[in-house]
């Protein structure tokens, strides 16, 4: 359009009065329903608006008035929402940052380190333990077998020990195929206890102390027509400390580790050690055995019967 024929723009108080004019209407609506429905109730309309404004001491020209009611026609001056939809709620979302970009924000930083946390941090911590474990159990628990067998072989003495090695060295690396952690700890401390129980070095001596007896009799359970001799021993090693020792106890089947026990004896070693102690208070022979380094067993020095006991 050129500036020719361009409609000029109207005066700032002309366009707020057409806006008032409109807005009566607005608050008339019941009037503005029934006044246009035609040329003539809409000079009607515009009388009677003009009565209005002239009543409030408003003087407000014919073409504002037509102007006011021809807005009012065309929806001029009348905010229409937008239609619901993608765009309208993404801009109303914009609109409102301020009052839920904060706590978005604050949840947002705390699912990122929370993320960094897991994904970081744990997720690796945990992956690098297990793969710590899975080493530990087909690498590292195996060669620790391998390493108790092989000294045992080197320091025995007897080949009761090496068997009894390599039984535990085979059941304890089939449990780790299996996975099985506990039943493979299990046979390396069992081969640690064979390897302990080699370099074990002790004599095997009668108790001589006032205040403990040195020996007793017994009336088995199973047979009370029989009787049971035992005396009462300890184990010194060679720096003279006495030793707690693991002992199957033949009456309950237990094994309790003790410091003295009653070794099961015939009725004429008992009665022997006895005679010696009324002698004179003390037991001369009062060595029972001895156990040298690389030997599972004690070597008895007198007759023994094979059964202990841990409770008298």
Do not use: C
């Not at 608006?49 to 037509?66: A, F, M, N, S, T």
């Not at 793969?131 to 690498?139: K, P, S, V, Y």
């Not at 089939?174 to 370099?199: H, I, M, P």
């Not at 094994?255 to 022997?272: D, F, H, K, L, Q």
């Amino acid at each position: 359009m050129s500036d020719a024929t361009a409609k000029p723009a109207a005066p700032l108080d002309e366009v707020m009065l057409a806006m008032d004019v409109v807005d009566t209407l607005r608050h008339r609506q019941d009037l503005a329903i029934r006044e246009l429905d035609g040329a003539a109730r809409e000079a009607q309309l515009i009388a009677r608006l003009r009565d209005i404004y002239h009543q409030q001491g408003i003087e407000v020209p014919d073409h504002i008035l037509k102007e006011g009611v021809s807005a009012l026609a065309e929806s001029r001056f009348v905010y229409e929402p937008p239609a619901p939809g993608f765009g309208t709620t993404m801009a109303r979302i914009y609109v409102g940052r301020k009052r839920w970009g904060k706590p978005v924000l604050a949840g947002l930083l705390a699912l990122l380190v929370l993320g960094i946390g897991y994904f970081g941090v744990w997720r690796p911590y945990t992956a690098g333990q297990a793969a710590q474990a899975r080493i530990e159990l087909t690498e590292g628990l195996p060669a620790q077998m391998d390493a108790l067998r092989q000294t045992i072989f080197e320091e025995t003495k007897v080949q009761q020990a090496v068997v009894q090695a390599d039984a535990l060295v085979a059941r304890g690396k089939a449990l780790a195929n299996e996975g099985n952690r506990t039943g493979a700890e299990d046979a390396v401390e069992r081969l640690t206890a064979l390897r302990d129980q080699l370099r074990q070095e002790y004599v095997l001596r009668v108790v001589n102390r006032a205040d403990v007896q040195s020996g007793f009799w017994t009336f088995p359970e199973i047979n009370t027509d029989a009787t049971n001799y035992y005396i009462v021993v300890e184990a010194i090693d060679p720096n003279g400390a006495t030793l707690s020792l693991p002992i199957l106890n033949e009456e309950t089947g237990a094994t309790e580790t003790v410091a003295i026990w009653g070794v099961r004896v015939p009725e004429s070693v008992y009665n022997a050690v006895a005679a010696d102690k009324r002698d004179d208070g003390i037991i001369q022979a009062n060595e029972v055995g001895r156990k040298s380094d690389g030997f599972l067993e004690v070597e008895y020095l007198m007759p023994v019967q094979g059964g202990a006991v841990t409770r008298w």
